[in-house]
């Protein structure tokens, strides 16, 4: 097997094969997001997965990088010192652009993880 070297062309075919994927799949890597593609031809790609992508508003479509949350928090004397403890598990988030709040499927779409909602 052909070791791949910096700065030499490839067909993308034997490119592909050498990395050890399908020819027709591609990745898109920006600032804003990283994408693994499918070529479908006539120049249009479908997304196979996502690897990484900046949060936007689903109502706004700003790119956020904070969530307004409100929850209630309790000072409790464990141990010794005073810790933070939820007070309770009602949760809501907005976004911080447009005051939107955001649902559940919103949430899964940027990526914030069950634990911390
Ligand atoms: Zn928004």
Redo the contacts with the bound molecule.
């Keep these: 097997m052909e070791k791949i070297e910096q700065g030499k062309s490839y067909d993308a075919g034997e490119l592909a094969g050498l990395c050890g994927q399908p020819e027709d799949v591609r990745v898109f890597e920006g600032e804003k997001a990283k994408v693994i593609t499918q070529d479908e031809g006539n120049g249009v790609v479908k997304v196979l997965e996502i690897l990484r992508q900046t949060p936007r ?1 689903p ?2 479509f ?1 790119i ?1 990088d904070t969530i307004y949350t409100s929850r209630t928090v309790q000072l409790k004397f464990k141990g010794g010192q005073w810790v933070e403890e939820q007070a309770d598990r009602y949760f809501n988030s907005q ?1 911080p ?2 005051q ?1 709040e955001f649902n559940d499927e919103d949430l899964d779409n940027l990526g914030v993880p069950q634990e911390i909602r």
């Design positions: 508003c109502n706004c700003e956020i976004c652009s447009c939107e």
